[in-house]
């Protein structure tokens, strides 16, 4: 066995052990597709049935009003209990002859009044139907749509701080809301990422079978941002499984376990502890590194650290001929090459340029790409 293999085997035992103390935690929630609500479902529901409760009360108001205008044909007399009976019959259904209206006035109200409360209800009753018992079905369905159109998104696995920050810095780089899948198991947190019309998943990010309804093969990007480093462990394993390609960026938060991480199939991997501490640290004799980088990260920014591909306008030029741009590194075949390193510098065909770009010059370019 190679050492790959036995790296590989060592990993899938971890990921088993990690899966089945998540397992006994009750961690295996089903997965739930949602999308932006205009109310929640309980609300949803006690407004419909006070409507309804309206609606019958009008109804029942009109014919104690009207009451001579209808007859018993069982008994001939219209009590406070006809009434009640023939409210409900007649909001519910067509009524069965034993009590009619037979005035001109009684049978106008039926016609023009009770008629169309009666069609009113029936439709709050469908839709009722429709949204608590058909919509499970049609949720399937569209986890199948899902899983056909999704192309080139981004999947983010938790959207607590972390995450609903990324989710917030995506927007403002251009992406679109339908083109994010939120992956989270709190529910308050989930109806806020489907509040701000985010595609969203409710359940486990570990699970294989939420990951690639999510379209995990399909994705451009993975942020795995979920709270607690062994969740972390296991989701980054999972959808390194699944999807061998696809960039994933993981948020780690112990220090301590960014090798781990790293090991398991992250592309890049982010302390958010290590880093606030060397800021903190720097701060202690800078007063504007903070905020410089702060600004420098964050699209909020009037500029911008930029890392993208060498234009042909820019090929053999020194990196401090570009205009509009101060380039801080050009990566090469994998290589980090530093401005301090190499004494004349030039600019090649393929080279990867890390570059600050002020606002209105990073607009520019992106309009003329």
């Known amino acids: 066995m190679t050492g790959a293999d036995r790296s590989a085997t060592g990993f899938g035992k971890v990921r088993r052990t990690l899966r089945r103390i998540r397992l006994q935690r ?16 309980e609300v949803t529901l006690a407004m419909r049935a006070l409507l309804v409760l309206v609606l019958v009360f009008a109804v029942f108001g009109v014919f104690v009003l009207d009451r001579e205008g209808l007859r018993d044909n069982i008994d001939g007399h219209i009590s406070l209990i006809d009434i009640i009976y023939f409210t409900m019959i007649t909001v519910t259904t067509v009524g069965y002859g034993d009590i009619v209206p037979v005035s001109d006035h009684a049978r106008l109200i039926d016609a023009f009044f009770v008629t169309p409360v009666r069609i009113f209800v029936w439709f709050i009753f469908l839709g009722t139907a429709y949204q ?11 986890m199948t749509r899902l899983q ?28 679109k809301p339908d083109q994010i899948v939120v992956i989270e198991q709190d529910r308050d947190e989930i ?11 409710h359940g486990d990010a570990s699970s ?5 309804m999510a379209g995990v093969a399909r994705a451009n990007a993975v942020l795995v941002c979920l709270g607690r480093d062994d969740t972390t462990v296991l989701t980054v394993l999972t959808i390194r499984e699944l999807a061998k390609d696809v960039r994933l960026i993981a948020n780690v938060s112990e220090p301590e376990n960014l090798k781990l991480v790293k090991a398991g199939g992250a592309d890049v991997v982010v302390s958010p502890p290590r880093f606030g501490g060397v800021l903190m640290a720097d701060a202690v004799e800078s007063h504007t590194t903070v905020d410089f980088v702060s600004e420098l990260l964050s699209y ?40 301090w390193n190499e004494k004349g510098l030039r600019v090649e065909p393929g080279d990867r340029l890390l570059a600050i770009d ?5 607009k520019a370019n992106l309009a003329g790409a």
């Open 300 to 339: 909020r920014g009037g500029f911008q650290l930029v890392e993208r591909e060498a234009r042909p306008a820019e090929i053999g030029r020194t990196p401090f001929e570009i205009p509009g741009v101060l380039v801080v590194e050009v990566r090469r075949g994998g290589r980090r090459i530093g401005l």
């Open 208 to 212: 294989e079978e939420l990951l690639a």
């Open 148 to 175: 056909e159109q999704l192309r080139d998104h981004v999947i983010l696995c938790g959207f607590g701080h972390s995450g609903s920050m990324a989710a917030g810095e995506l927007l403002m780089r251009g992406w």
């Open 26 to 41: 009750g961690g295996g929630a089903a997965p739930i597709l949602l999308r932006k609500a205009a109310a929640p479902p």
């Open 191 to 201: 109806a806020k990422a489907a509040d701000r019309g985010f595609i969203c998943l």
């Open 358 to 362: 002020s606002e209105a010059v990073l």
């Open 132 to 142: 608590f018992i058909i919509q499970k079905l049609v949720e399937e369905w569209r």
